[in-house]
Structures are given as structure tokens and as C-alpha cells.
């Protein structure tokens, strides 16, 4: 199965800053890579698909790119709501799996 | 709008069983792949099962032999029924359907199985 790692663990930001989240592939994926947020003690909500589409609903403060084995989410400026968990997973193949997760956390 | 609601978690004794449902409501139920994902207390996201608009169904190695998922299109549910149960499927269980064409959103709130 494919592994994918996340960097860093945890990102300590303060509202207004710019966040840079990384998750690396063990193989190629090519563009089958989406983000996901999720809250203490909510569900996971789809971010981006496919690399770089953001999901319906989405503010546009949040975007992804990359292909293959690395990408990237950014967040261009962190409103309060945006402190939370995010995980990267892929849908190449069976299994898909998930990242370990990057915490975003309030400086 | 959307909705999937878990329903039929708890506490279940090492090597027991039990169903998840998972009701669906607000879209066209069989025109979806439908998904399991599983959070143990305090890890992160591990995807279980799912299940396409054809009934083709997909497993994890962690669970498979051991899990079965089902989808009934009359009465927009989908199902877990888990069987050998351990302390390692201990977790918080998600519903969600399918979207763009492999991805997972909406996701029910999450149903608690803990398994002791």
C-alpha cells in the first residue's frame, strides 16, 4: 500500500499567516490526492481533490498543488476557524490510505 | 442537504459482534459509492470499506474476512456488520459518500465502537 507522510506534525501560526502543509507519497499517485480538515470532535471535511480543486464550499484561501509524490496545501491567511487537524489521502489505488495528519495550532 | 447518520455502536466483549447503519438522506442513495472510515481514540484517519453503486465491495487487510459491508438502495442504508471484534477496532466509525469520483464528503458524525 501506499504510505503517506506528512510534514511538519504540528505548524504553530498565528491568524493571518500563511500555512504551508506537505504530505509525500511512497509512489507515484499523479494527481489522485486530496486534503481533508477535520475539528475536535467533528468529522473530516473534504478541502481539495484531484491536487488542486477545491470542494464545494471551499473559501479560496485554501489551495492545493503538486503531482506524483509531493504535494503541498497552503492556506494564504489563517482566519481563526482554519486551527485544526489535516490529513492528506490518496485514491490511486487499493487500499487508499491516509496521512498521519499535520496539526495547525494557534502561536 | 446531505445527511448520513451512524447508528448502532457500543461496547462489545473481545471476539463479539456488531452492525453499523449508516442512514442516508437529501440525494440519490444508489447513485453512490458509500464509505467506512474509522478513527481510533486519538489517531489518526484508517480507511475500512467501501462499497460501490454496483455492490463491488472493497475491504482493508485489517478487517477483511473479518467485516462485511452492504448497502440496502430500498431503505438508503448502508451497513457495517463486524465480526471478531478486538481491542484494536476500538474507534470512532464514519459513514460517507462518495464524491468526484473517489472521494469521501460528506461524513456522518461518527458512531463510537469500543470493543473491552
Known amino acids: 500500500e501506499i504510505v503517506l507522510t506528512q510534514s511538519p506534525v504540528t505548524l504553530s501560526l498565528s491568524p493571518g499567516e500563511r500555512a504551508t502543509l506537505s504530505c509525500r507519497a511512497s509512489q507515484s499517485v499523479s494527481s489522485s490526492l486530496g486534503w481533508y480538515q477535520q475539528k475536535p470532535g467533528q468529522a473530516p471535511r473534504l478541502l481539495i481533490y484531484d491536487a488542486s480543486n477545491r470542494a464545494t464550499g471551499i473559501p479560496a484561501r485554501f489551495s492545493g498543488s503538486g503531482s506524483g509524490t509531493d504535494f503541498t496545501l497552503t492556506i494564504s491567511s489563517l482566519e481563526p476557524e482554519d486551527f485544526a487537524v489535516y490529513y492528506c489521502?490518496?485514491?490511486?489505488?487499493?487500499?487508499?490510505?491516509f496521512g498521519q495528519g499535520t496539526k495547525v495550532e494557534i502561536k | 442537504e446531505v445527511q448520513l447518520l451512524e447508528s448502532g455502536g457500543g461496547l462489545v466483549q473481545p471476539g463479539g459482534s456488531l452492525r453499523l447503519s449508516c442512514a442516508a438522506s437529501?440525494?440519490?442513495?444508489?447513485?453512490?459509492?458509500m464509505t467506512w472510515v474509522r478513527q481510533a481514540p486519538g489517531k489518526g484517519l484508517e480507511w475500512v470499506s467501501t462499497i460501490g453503486t454496483t455492490s463491488i465491495t472493497y475491504y482493508a487487510d485489517s478487517v477483511k474476512g473479518r467485516f462485511t459491508i452492504s448497502r440496502d438502495n430500498s431503505k438508503n442504508t448502508m451497513y457495517l456488520q463486524m465480526n471478531s471484534l478486538s481491542a484494536e477496532d476500538t474507534a470512532v466509525y464514519f459513514c460517507?459518500?462518495?464524491?468526484?469520483?473517489?472521494?469521501?464528503?460528506?461524513w456522518g458524525q461518527g458512531i463510537l465502537v469500543t470493543v473491552s
Open positions: 460517507a459518500k462518495g464524491v468526484y469520483q473517489g472521494w469521501f464528503d460528506p
Open positions: 489521502q490518496h485514491r490511486s489505488n487499493w487500499p487508499p490510505t
Open positions: 437529501g440525494f440519490t442513495f444508489n447513485n453512490f459509492d
